[in-house]
C-alpha cells in the first residue's frame, strides 16, 4: 500500500481516507466492525470521524461514530496501526461547541474516552469560530500536543482568508500550524476548494483529505433520477442538487471511462480525487463490503491524462 505524507505532520497515510460518519448510522455495530476489519485487512490505515457524529439521527445525542471506533480498537487491538482523526467544534448540546480553549480541553478528553484511547493523531476544527481569536485556539491545540494527547492539527469548512490568518498565526507565533485541511470536493463540487484554497495548501504544503468525495453517492451512478433519490438516508436534497444537466454529464463521462477500464464510475471519481494536485487522501464511506472493495480497487486506478482532461472538461463549472 503507498503511503502518504499528511502535510508536514510526519504522519503516513493511505491515498483514501475511510469516512466514519456512517458508523452508528448506516452501519450498525456489526457492520462497522466488520468493515474496518477489512479496510486494515487491505492495507488501508487511516479513519476519520468527529465528535458530533451522529447526532443529527433522531435519538442520538452525537458520539455515536467515536464510540463504535472505540470499542472496535479495543477488541482489534490494531490502534498502533490506525491513523485516526477527529473533529472538535460542531454542536453537541447548549454550550457545547466552538474552538475555545476550556471548550476544546473539555471535548478531546471526551473523544478519547469514547475512543478508548490516550492519543489522537489529527485533531481538526470541525468548523472556523470567528468568536474565538485564532491564536488563543491555536495555543490551546499547542499544550494538547505538549502533553501527547494529540499529534497533529487540521482544519475543516474554512474559507481561503480565514486558513491563511491561521496559517499565519502559526509562523508568526510559533504555534502549531493546521497541516491538513478538509473541504468540500469531488467531480461536482470542485470550486469551494479549487477557486483559491487549493493555490493556498500547495503554496504551504498542507494535505488535503476532501469530504464528499463520491457527492454523498451521486458519482457512484445510484442516482440518476429524482426518484432514485429516496433509494437510501443519503439520498433525498442532497443528491437531488445534481440532478440537472451537468451533473448528468459528469455521470455519462464516468460510466464511459468506467467501461473502457473494466471499473466502476466511484472508482474513477475516486481515482480523479487521488490524482489532484495537494489530494492527499479522499475521504469516502462505504456501508458494505462491496462498496468498500470499490473503494479498494479505486486506489489501484491510475487514469490516463486524457481520462483526466475529459472528466476535468466535463465537470468544469462555467
Avoid at 64 to 91: C, D, F, N, Y
Avoid at 132 to 155: M, N, S
Wanted: proline residues 4%; charged residues 20%.
Amino acid at each position: 500500500m503507498e503511503l502518504r505524507p499528511l502535510g508536514r505532520s510526519g504522519l503516513l497515510v493511505s491515498p483514501i481516507c475511510f469516512g466514519g460518519n456512517v458508523f452508528g448510522w448506516t452501519a450498525n455495530a456489526a457492520t462497522s466492525f466488520s468493515l474496518l476489519d477489512a479496510w486494515f485487512d487491505a492495507g488501508f490505515n487511516f479513519v476519520d470521524t468527529a465528535d458530533v457524529y451522529s447526532a443529527w439521527v433522531p435519538g442520538h445525542s452525537g458520539g455515536e461514530s467515536e464510540t463504535l471506533i472505540g470499542q472496535w480498537l479495543k477488541r482489534s487491538g490494531r490502534r498502533h496501526q490506525m491513523v485516526l482523526a477527529t473533529k472538535v467544534g460542531k454542536p453537541m448540546g447548549p454550550g457545547l461547541q466552538g474552538l475555545r480553549p476550556a471548550y476544546i480541553r473539555q471535548a478531546v478528553d471526551a473523544s478519547l474516552k469514547r475512543l478508548q484511547t490516550d492519543y489522537i493523531d489529527l485533531y481538526q476544527s470541525h468548523d472556523d469560530d470567528t468568536d474565538t481569536p485564532i491564536e488563543d485556539t491555536l495555543g490551546a491545540y499547542a499544550d494538547l500536543i505538549r502533553i501527547g494527547k494529540v499529534r497533529a492539527i487540521g482544519a475543516s469548512n474554512y474559507s481561503a482568508p480565514r486558513f491563511a490568518q491561521a496559517l499565519d498565526a502559526s509562523s508568526r507565533l510559533g504555534l502549531p500550524r493546521y497541516e491538513t485541511l478538509q473541504p468540500l470536493y469531488n467531480l461536482y463540487d470542485r470550486a469551494v476548494f479549487e477557486d483559491q484554497l487549493q493555490a493556498l495548501c500547495r503554496t504551504h504544503g498542507v494535505g488535503v483529505i476532501n469530504f464528499y468525495a463520491l457527492a454523498a453517492g451521486f458519482l457512484t451512478g445510484k442516482y440518476r433520477t429524482a426518484a432514485d433519490a429516496g433509494k437510501s438516508a443519503r439520498g433525498g436534497k442532497t443528491v437531488a442538487t445534481y440532478l440537472n444537466p451537468r451533473g448528468l454529464a459528469i455521470l455519462q463521462a464516468l460510466d464511459e471511462i468506467a467501461a473502457e477500464n473494466n471499473t466502476s464510475p466511484a472508482q474513477v471519481a475516486t481515482a480523479w480525487l487521488m490524482q489532484r494536485p495537494t489530494v492527499v487522501a479522499p475521504i469516502a464511506s462505504a456501508t458494505s463490503l462491496d462498496q468498500l472493495q470499490d473503494l479498494v480497487a479505486a486506489s489501484q486506478l491510475r487514469l490516463s491524462a486524457q481520462e483526466i482532461a475529459r472528466l476535468d472538461a466535463t465537470s468544469a463549472q462555467g
